[in-house]
């Protein structure tokens, strides 16, 4: 192989296709990228769930394939000098030389590294920055917890031009509805994906529509040369639906951007996984925490509260994530008593809540 391309270019690539290499590899083939030069460069990478290919335009003397460790080559490409990288593979060493700087590195054998997936069927396609936008909403409420994978996942139910996206932890729940473009009118697919993945796919859009892809167990996503599938999990999902439509006795409207506000000032002097408690009365809410050995912090902020008065109490970090994923400029709290989870949702005047967010309220002390 050799093969001549811009730097910014191919660490850009690199950067993106290392994302998903093993810290842990099975097999130490599995912690190298594939390169192949044909036409353009096609870097890729897998870990048996999780594959990564990205094809960037090079100038290519000679064709042909070569296996470096990823991590390494994601390290020198972004401390590269401003010149152009140039790649020859010379027996079991790739050369990589840009400007006065040169690296040989040793190869692996590219007969052992496994083939990836193939590209499930396309079902449909959406822009990128929904696509984005969604998936940031419900993606922090999905467990970290890999002992219990159904909660690490994002559920995904695609009915013709609808789709919903759900994730739970069990402590809360985040849900988004939106609008896409079908491959076909009929299409209706529910699916398991696992979050990490649908995060790093939306934060590696870069404009453009994404084009989503199902079948045999496996996800694709493809937008702007980048292509990666992932294994689907096991589709047991609870009926998240049906803890979203409760009735709600007691309804705050606050404009989002002064509370968010609020709520972080006033956490600064919350111990870790104590609470915030809120108490609402007609035009205000009462934003309390702290007390204990640190101090404590106490702000208002107006709100329309349409019900009785009520004390409830939350997790700070999980009450900011539902109301960071409000894209209006109003969020509706809509509560029941202070023993009972509240449900946090947009205000898109006479439209449906696109996103709604149910959190546990804590026991006040």
């Known amino acids: 192989m050799k093969i001549r391309v811009n730097r910014d270019v191919l ?3 690199v950067a993106w296709a290392a994302r998903v290499l093993p810290s842990r590899p099975v097999v130490p083939v599995l912690s190298g990228l594939l390169l192949e030069a044909t036409d353009e460069l096609t870097l890729s990478a897998f870990d048996y769930d999780v594959s ?10 000679e064709e042909g394939r070569v296996l470096i460790p990823g991590k390494l080559l994601a390290e020198i490409s972004r401390s590269l000098p401003a010149d152009d990288v140039e790649l020859v593979t010379e027996g079991a060493e790739a050369v990589l030389t840009c400007g006065s700087a040169e690296f040989g590195l040793i190869t692996m054998p590219v007969e052992d590294f496994p083939a990836l997936p193939a590209m499930p069927p396309a079902i449909g396609a959406i822009g990128g920055g929904v696509f984005a936008s969604a998936v940031g909403q419900v993606a922090p409420a999905a ?3 890999d002992t219990l994978p159904m909660l690490t996942g994002i559920r995904v139910d695609i009915e013709g031009e609808s789709v919903a996206m759900a994730a739970t932890d069990r402590y809360r729940i985040a849900a988004r509805d939106f609008t896409w473009r079908p491959a076909a009118p009929d299409v209706a697919v529910s699916a398991m994906v696992p979050a990490r993945v649908l995060v790093e796919v939306a934060k590696s859009l870069r404009g453009g529509e994404v084009s989503v892809a199902m079948g045999d167990g496996v ?11 992932v294994r689907l999990l096991d589709e047991q999902f609870i009926d998240y639906r049906a803890r979203l439509t409760s009735e709600w006795s007691i309804r705050a409207d606050i404009a989002v951007a002064p509370f968010v506000n609020a709520i972080k000032r006033v956490a600064l002097v919350a111990e870790r996984n104590t609470a915030v408690r809120l108490s609402f009365s007609q035009g205000q809410v009462l934003i309390q925490a702290g007390g204990g050995d640190i101090g404590r912090g106490t702000e208002v902020v107006p709100c329309e509260l349409r019900g009785d008065d009520i004390q409830i109490a939350f997790q700070s970090q999980f009450l900011l994530d539902g109301l960071t994923g409000i894209e209006t400029e109003l969020a509706r709290i809509n509560l029941e008593s202070p023993t009972r989870p509240a449900l946090i949702q947009d205000v898109p005047g006479d439209a449906q809540p696109a996103f709604r967010y149910l959190v546990m309220s804590l026991r006040q002390t």
């Open 143 to 145: 467990s970290r917890d």
């Open 219 to 229: 996800a694709g996503f493809e937008s702007v040369g980048r292509s990666t599938t």
């Open 52 to 61: 990564a290919r990205a094809a960037i335009e090079a100038e290519v003397s």
């Open 11 to 13: 660490a850009d690539a």
